[in-house]
């Protein structure tokens, strides 16, 4: 058996938000540190290469209960979170990244949540710190 990779950071957003995602990561290990993001996990599979608003069209239309494709991502997001100190929620996120969000908070995580919260919402009170942008994030790591 392998033993699970351990990450400073779990970075969670919304496909819709790729290119943002994807460059707070690169961020954060220009930093030293390790961090897992989804989409170089469906790089491999070439998913992540193709226009986001229409991988979501695709994705949104699979039976998600069944396919092997929605249990590969699942297994290897939640492994991936399981074994990570913090984890980051990169607005705007979607359902998925909330859900995360709460197992995060649940197995004891610190929560951190990047991006303007428009309404007031009381779970986002799971989050320990709460930063504007990427940018003023950066600074404190």
């Not at 954060?28 to 469906?42: D, P, Q, V």
């Not at 979501?56 to 069944?66: A, G, P, S």
């Amino acid at each position: 058996m392998n033993t699970p990779k351990h990450y400073d950071f779990f970075i969670s957003g919304r496909w819709r938000n790729r290119d943002k995602v994807v460059a707070l990561t690169h961020e954060i290990r220009k930093k030293g540190h390790s961090a897992y993001c989804f989409f170089e996990t469906l790089l491999s599979k070439e998913r992540a290469k193709n226009d986001p608003e229409e991988e979501m069209k695709f994705f949104e239309k699979l039976d998600w209960r069944n396919d092997p494709y929605v249990k590969d991502i699942f297994t290897t997001d939640m492994e991936a979170e399981k074994n990570s100190d913090v984890f980051v929620m990169l607005l705007p996120a979607g359902k998925s990244c909330h859900i995360e969000a709460g197992a995060a908070y649940g197995m004891g995580k610190k929560c951190i949540l990047i991006g303007k919260q428009k309404e007031a919402e009381s779970l986002y009170l799971i989050f320990h710190e709460i930063y504007t942008s990427e940018a003023d994030f950066l600074k404190t790591i």
